[in-house]
């Protein structure tokens, strides 16, 4: 089952083969990121922490008194089931952002200075971290020191030309990064160890948002899109925009992460 938000409707929807696409719930806070949880149900982030989603109802787990001008947005799990998010200012002008990982108990800040934090994911074994900041163009590469809970040798992988912004990411089994691109019309495949694009999969909408690997065989990337902004003469040239794609890249990813439930 494929699960995604939209988040200025604060929707989580799924789809299935068997079942098609249907709202799964109606959130009160903008959600921003969403993962399934081991024991079953979910774990979110919305605008101002992490939550739970289980039965239907939204319970706080973890709430950050953020200023107004900030909220949380992308994140994942590792491959221990914490949670990862970063914050961003909403209007993406300024560095005011951070990034965190959640145990289920405590909180841990990472580091700052971002200006949206996006497309978080890991090298197989999780010792490598791979972070973007949207507004900066940029795809960092960090190591992640287990014992002391801190990135080490954080660099800046690559930098996307403009005018596309890298938003959501994810891995292959051959530990290359797929990257979809804002205001791109496409999705990238990215060397993790010199930044060189090794691939590029164009899309028929201009605002690429997220994407993951999934099908029976983990060979196939399923691709979000925005629709937002959109003029008239947008929806004349780009009519699908809003829609998910699934496409069949030529290699297999990995598998999403469930935030782990003791």
């Not at 145990?103 to 971290?129: A, F, M, P, Q």
């Not at 999705?187 to 997220?210: A, F, M, N, W, Y």
């Not at 990337?221 to 959109?230: C, F, H, R, Y």
Request: hydrophobic fraction near 35%; charged fraction near 25%.
């Amino acid at each position: 089952i494929l699960y995604w938000l939209d988040i200025p409707e604060k929707q989580l929807w799924s789809y299935s083969e068997a079942q098609g696409s249907k709202c799964l719930h109606q959130f009160e806070l903008m959600p921003t990121s969403i993962v399934r949880n081991s024991d079953g149900g979910f774990t979110l982030t919305q605008e101002n922490g992490f939550y739970s989603l289980r039965d239907g109802e939204v319970t706080p787990l973890k709430v950050l008194d953020l200023a107004d001008n900030i909220r949380f947005n992308d994140g994942k799990c590792d491959n221990r089931g914490r949670y990862w998010s970063g914050t961003m200012h909403r209007e993406e002008i300024l560095p005011l952002g951070d990034l965190y990982v959640f145990d289920g108990e405590e909180l841990h800040h990472l580091y700052s200075d971002i200006i949206t934090s996006n497309g978080l994911c890991w090298s197989e074994e999780g010792k490598v971290l791979y972070h973007i900041d949207s507004m900066k163009r940029c795809i960092y590469r960090g190591n992640w020191d287990e014992e002391n809970k801190q990135i080490l040798g954080r660099i800046e992988l690559c930098n996307i030309p403009a005018p596309a912004y890298p938003d959501g990411m994810c891995m292959d089994v051959e530990g290359n990064l797929w990257v979809a691109l804002w205001d791109g019309f496409a999705i990238v495949r990215i060397d993790s160890q010199t930044g060189e694009v090794l691939q590029k999969l164009e899309l028929p909408c201009r605002k690429i948002t997220s994407l993951c690997f999934g099908g029976e065989n983990m060979d196939e990337l399923w691709v979000t899109s925005a629709s937002i902004d959109m003029s008239e003469d947008d929806w004349k040239q780009y009519p699908d925009s809003g829609k998910i794609f699934r496409v069949k890249p030529g290699v297999k990813g990995l598998e999403s992460h469930s935030f782990k439930i003791d």
